[in-house]
């Protein structure tokens, strides 16, 4: 298989394309693609991809490789670029204050105007979440999905002040947009209206899935559409690009239908209220929610701006049916007995500022936690979240809730194809070329060794990671380069601006504290006439521990200005040195924020911080 060699965990941010590290990888000198596609990078250096082929199709995922979220594919022909989703990562606990971490479009940024399409595969947040991030660039670029996604994202945009050019099409339909000849396929998932869409041009054929399943009960009756697959089989498909997020685990996933039993025994046992946690844009999960309230007489309340705003429009547009008078809003709540309410909320996925991370902390204005309350954890665990999430069930557990997830009940089950399903859908298409998305490296590489066992060519099972280039040509694809693609955060208002640097200024202060000097000194006589004064903040050692080093710092601050440095920037300098060696060797693998502050009484500068 051709892959790259190198996976970091943690990419660099950009606001304008930095470049990222450790690119090393090697392909064997392939022939059959463009001349260029080689050995792509060495010793770590990104390695620019050849002038683009005319008449090949380039495709360049600026997301979703090697990284669960942010999925976005950029397709381009003789000129012309179609987008194939536009979403959004969740920040970690190493990054914080970020709210979202969005592709970064610089590669596209400067022919936004050869953009003829985006296609949205389905409503989820890692799909469609950045979508008005990149309308603020170019607002008339026509989106293209299915009734329910586009009206999550024109919800999404309205917000932003973003009036979008929309396109709905459902499975089946076919149309032509610039060259790209585009044919929409249904797809089972864990929200209704998933599409897969097939992308033809002179250069060849290509199948991205989005997000999918072999669900053969799901609950909206739409299963994938497997005979349509099977016919664009038959046509020839150079590349299929396949979810992979689920590739290791054995076998296929349970129907959909196989929740309500779990749901009916949950509800049926519980004593007072009871808390369900899903995604915003579970939309089946919220159905299964809701009719099991409905059976026991109780009410439900969606919790959270999120829910309440989709399960809306989910509602309106005849995907949630709601039985007469059993949804309340949180006013009404409050004069119902708490063995009568039902709230659907989110925050499963232990993030803290989201419905239930609040209610676990008792922050929450209007839900607290009970004794013999009942909390339902159901949605699947996003690889990585884990440590969250089982912190948020033992702040439940403590307050007394009896908490019902993965782990006790079958309460969830996933909407990406298990190792059965991926065997049985690569036989059913047959592709040439396989291209595995939506995963980490882990999963990148299961999905192409279950390529492999359906017949795939080894060399034709191409392994990649966001930002690196590959071209399909005569019906062969490689690896031929890579572009910058690092993570652009948003935080508040700002996009882009948060650098990694300040990133790891800011874990530092939160993780190993806060170290301030001050001095005043007058240059002229070359003495240290205050200080050094230290300040400390979540810092354990006392500010008289540091008694030895403020010496040694006036020491070397006077023989620096006898010496000759004059300047303040350059004696706070100084001083950061001196401070900082000594917390190296007396407190041991710290390394808090230190930030000398030095005046001089001989300039009416203003001290540099």
């Known amino acids: 298989m051709e892959q790259t060699a190198r996976r970091t965990s943690k990419k660099s941010s950009t606001s304008a394309g930095r470049s990222r590290k450790g690119n090393g990888r090697s392909h064997g000198g392939r022939k059959t693609a463009p001349a260029a596609a080689q050995t792509v990078a060495q010793e770590g250096k990104l390695v620019a991809p050849p002038k683009y082929h005319k008449g090949s199709m380039r495709i360049v995922p600026l997301g979703g490789l090697g990284e669960i979220g942010r999925n976005m594919n950029v397709i381009e022909y003789n000129g012309h670029i179609l987008l194939i989703d536009c979403g959004v990562l969740f920040p970690e606990e190493e990054q914080p204050g970020v709210d979202l971490i969005l592709p970064d479009f610089s590669y596209i940024r400067s022919r936004l105007d050869k953009v003829e399409a985006l296609v949205l595969t389905h409503g989820h947040e890692d799909h469609i979440g950045a979508v008005p991030y990149l309308l603020r660039e170019r607002p008339d670029i026509p989106l293209i999905g299915s009734k329910l996604t586009l009206a999550f994202v024109e919800a999404k945009c309205r917000e932003h002040h973003i009036d979008p050019i929309m396109n709905p099409v459902q499975g089946r339909d076919k149309m032509k947009v610039g060259p790209f000849n585009l044919e929409f396929i249904t797809v089972t998932h864990s929200i209704p209206d998933a599409l897969a869409v097939s992308v033809k041009t002179p250069a060849g054929h290509i199948i991205d899935t989005g997000d999918m399943k072999l669900d053969q009960l799901p609950l909206d009756h739409k299963i994938t559409d497997l005979r349509e697959f099977a016919r664009l089989g038959e046509q020839g498909v150079d590349l299929l690009m396949a979810d992979s997020t689920n590739a290791e685990v054995p076998g296929f996933v349970k129907p959909e239908t196989t929740i309500g039993p779990a749901l009916d025994k949950a509800f049926a046992e519980a004593k007072r209220k009871i808390i369900v946690a899903s995604f915003s844009s579970h939309v089946h999960r919220v159905q299964q929610v809701v009719d099991a309230a409905h059976k026991y007489g109780r009410k439900v309340v969606f919790v959270g701006r999120s829910m309440v705003r989709n399960m809306g ?197 939160s993780e190993e504290g806060f170290v301030s000097s001050f001095v005043v000194v007058d240059s002229s006589k070359n003495e240290v006439v205050s200080g050094p004064k230290i300040f400390l903040n979540a810092v354990a050692e006392a500010e008289s521990d540091f008694a030895e080093v403020q010496v040694q710092i006036v020491r070397d601050l006077e023989n620096a200005m006898l010496e000759g440095t004059k300047d303040s920037y350059q004696l706070q300098q100084r001083m950061r040195r001196t401070l900082g060696s000594w917390i190296g060797r007396k407190l041991r693998r710290r390394r808090p924020m230190i930030v000398p502050v030095v005046a001089d009484l001989a300039t009416d500068v203003a001290p540099q911080v």
């Open 313 to 509: 429009i989910a509602a309106d547009l005849g995907y949630l049916h709601l039985p007469e008078n059993t949804v309340v809003d949180l006013k009404e709540a409050r004069d119902i007995q708490d063995d009568k309410l039902v709230y659907m909320c989110t925050g499963s996925q232990g993030e803290p500022m989201a419905a239930l991370g609040r209610i676990a902390d008792g922050n929450h204005q209007d839900i607290t936690i009970h004794e013999f309350d009942t909390v339902i954890l159901a949605s699947s665990l996003i690889p990585g979240n884990e440590h969250e999430v089982y912190k948020v069930i033992n702040k439940l557990a403590r307050l007394g809730a009896r908490v019902v997830n993965r782990d006790n009940a079958a309460i969830h089950v996933s909407g990406h194809s298990n190792e059965g399903e991926l065997l049985y859908f690569y036989n059913i298409v047959q592709p040439k070329a396989a291209m595995p998305i939506h995963g980490e490296n882990r999963h990148l590489i299961a999905n192409g060794l279950i390529a492999v066992k359906t017949g795939v060519d080894p060399a034709n099972v191409v392994l990649a990671e966001d930002g690196d280039v590959v071209d399909l040509y005569h019906g062969q694809a490689a690896i031929v380069g890579s572009v910058p693609c690092g993570y652009v955060y948003v935080d508040g208002t700002s996009v882009g601006e948060i650098t990694e640097d300040e990133l790891e200024k800011r874990r530092i202060l």
